[in-house]
């Protein structure tokens, strides 16, 4: 849908898919809007990833290498997050015929909710920007008194991987960290909270 300003981040909205995404699997936000649908494969229910969004001045936004060599990696999906990317690729199949817009291997999230320009990267700033909006609303409304980033979504759904005692090696590679060290140092909280239950 169209980006519609007073929507929040709720059942229908642009951010959802997006937000389940990211919960759903620990990505960094560059990573997820520089998917193409050869990145999803629904029969194995995993994801690539090959690559990031970064924008500039001079070169506008394009994908650029991951982090580091870790960070090319295939991680799996839930049967929920691949139920959400098949409603996503359904709505992008029926958008693209009633505008006459055809691609052999689309942007899984295009820049259509916000500029009606099917197949353009979104930019990460305008993602971070909305979800923050959607979140101040939210949490004032229901009287929290703190602050949401998009990139708290990826130490959340890390974090909590460590709190149901996965291993830390493969956290690491889920995350693409180069070392388990990297998460060990990165998520030393929740490590810190699961010790404090025993």
Same mark, same amino acid.
Not at 73 to 82: P, Y
């Given at each position: #849908?169209? &980006?519609? $300003? #007073?929507?929040?981040?709720?059942?229908?909205?642009?951010?959802?898919?997006?937000?389940?995404?990211?919960? /759903?699997? $620990?990505?960094?936000?560059?990573?997820?809007?520089?998917?193409? &649908?050869?990145?999803?494969?629904?029969? /194995?229910?995993?994801?690539?990833?090959? !690559?990031?969004?970064?924008?500039?001045?001079?070169? $506008?936004?394009?994908?650029?290498?991951?982090?580091?060599g870790a960070g090319e990696r295939v991680i799996a999906l839930s049967d929920f997050t691949c139920e959400t990317l098949r409603k996503v690729r359904t709505a992008q199949n029926e958008r693209n015929l009633q505008i006459q817009y055809r691609s052999d291997d689309a942007v899984v999230f295009d820049s259509w909710p916000l500029k009606n320009a099917p197949?353009?990267?979104? /930019?990460?700033?305008?993602?971070?920007?909305?979800? !923050?909006?959607?979140?101040? %609303?939210?949490?004032?409304?229901?009287?929290?008194?703190?602050?949401?980033?998009?990139?708290?979504?990826?130490?959340?759904?890390?974090?909590?991987?460590?709190?149901? $005692?996965?291993?830390?090696?493969?956290?690491?590679? %889920?995350?693409?960290?180069?070392?388990?060290?990297?998460?060990?140092?990165?998520?030393?909280?929740?490590?810190?909270?699961?010790?404090?239950?025993?």
């Amino acid at each position: #849908k169209p &980006w519609q $300003g #007073k929507q929040h981040c709720r059942n229908g909205h642009w951010l959802q898919p997006i937000v389940i995404v990211a919960m /759903q699997t $620990g990505m960094r936000l560059g990573e997820i809007l520089a998917l193409h &649908w050869r990145h999803i494969d629904f029969e /194995q229910k995993t994801l690539t990833i090959e !690559g990031s969004i970064t924008s500039t001045t001079e070169r $506008g936004t394009l994908v650029k290498d991951t982090k580091t060599g870790a960070g090319e990696r295939v991680i799996a999906l839930s049967d929920f997050t691949c139920e959400t990317l098949r409603k996503v690729r359904t709505a992008q199949n029926e958008r693209n015929l009633q505008i006459q817009y055809r691609s052999d291997d689309a942007v899984v999230f295009d820049s259509w909710p916000l500029k009606n320009a099917p197949d353009q990267y979104l /930019q990460t700033k305008d993602v971070s920007h909305a979800f !923050g909006r959607a979140m101040s %609303r939210f949490l004032k409304q229901k009287k929290i008194a703190r602050r949401l980033r998009f990139h708290d979504l990826r130490h959340t759904h890390l974090s909590l991987l460590l709190l149901n $005692g996965e291993s830390v090696t493969t956290i690491a590679q %889920r995350a693409g960290h180069e070392t388990a060290h990297t998460t060990l140092t990165t998520y030393a909280h929740a490590i810190a909270g699961e010790q404090r239950r025993w």
